[in-house]
């Protein structure tokens, strides 16, 4: 796929997210475990992510999709969503 189109992940992890800013199509919530839990509202909900490598990425999710941030940079991304390489 092209970079503006991006490609569709599946259930992906990350431990190197700096970073994440989300648009005001998310819902949050806090999991018993500690985790702090964002809820797509509506498709085409955004957020992007500065990772460690000072890349940065932009995940598009459709209404329901799940992003779950813990300490550490621990970031675990609901399939499937939409990741598109900014730089």
Do not use: C
Request: hydrophobic share 35%.
């Amino acid at each position: 796929m092209s970079r503006k189109l991006g490609r569709v992940e599946n259930q992906v992890y990350s431990n190197r997210v700096l970073r994440s800013e989300f648009d005001k199509k998310w819902r949050t919530s806090l999991s018993r475990s500690g985790y702090v839990i964002y809820t797509a509202t509506a498709n085409h909900a955004k957020v992007e992510v500065l990772l460690a490598d000072n890349s940065r990425k932009l995940l598009v999710f459709n209404k329901g999709g799940k992003v779950l941030v813990g300490g550490g940079g621990t970031s675990h991304y609901s399939k499937p969503h939409r990741a598109i390489t900014l730089r």
